[in-house]
């Protein structure tokens, strides 16, 4: 992934007591989110894709959102997605699942769930040029990555 500079959508509060991570999160081109605020996360998410797609970057955007608790999916957020294929037209998607990542703080921040296999799936590259309906594309996504969901 390194030489296709992935630039990531977090929530705001990582951007802040992470050493390392969060000095990149705040200067190296990515989003970050209110979670609580729409009205700030959608110019935010704007102006993230105008840059993806004026600097030919890659985006990472976790649409389920929040991890879940047992290892099935929550549906999928869209909007943040809509306004990326929106803002971003010429973009590749690659959907990749991670499988068992739920197991990591499945007791909360202590004991960590240390050695848990994580797998990563990553699926076929879609052009979203070749989708005129993008809700379309967002239930295919959707729908290629739970499946790949391992209980």
């Known amino acids: ?12 509060e990582l951007g802040k007591g992470i050493p390392s991570v969060s000095y990149n999160l705040r ?4 989003a970050l989110i209110d979670r609580k605020n729409p009205r700030q996360s959608l110019p935010a998410l704007m102006k993230f894709g105008e840059y993806l797609e004026k600097n030919k970057r890659s985006g990472v955007i976790f649409p389920e ?17 809509e306004v990326l294929f929106k803002k971003t037209p010429s973009a590749l998607i690659v959907p990749i699942t991670i499988n068992n990542s739920w197991k990591m703080l499945r007791y909360g921040k202590f004991p960590m769930g240390l050695g848990n296999h994580l797998k990563f799936t990553v699926h076929k590259p879609i052009e979203l040029a070749t989708f005129a309906d ?18």
Do not use: Y
Request: without cysteine; positive net charge.
């Open 134 to 151: 993008k809700q379309e594309l967002i239930n295919s996504i959707e729908k290629t990555i739970t499946k790949s969901i391992e209980s």
């Open 65 to 81: 959102g929040t991890r879940s608790k047992n290892g099935k999916p929550k549906p999928f957020q869209t909007k943040g997605l």
């Open 1 to 12: 992934m390194r030489k296709h500079h992935p630039k990531f959508i977090s929530k705001i």
């Open 27 to 30: 200067h190296g081109g990515a």
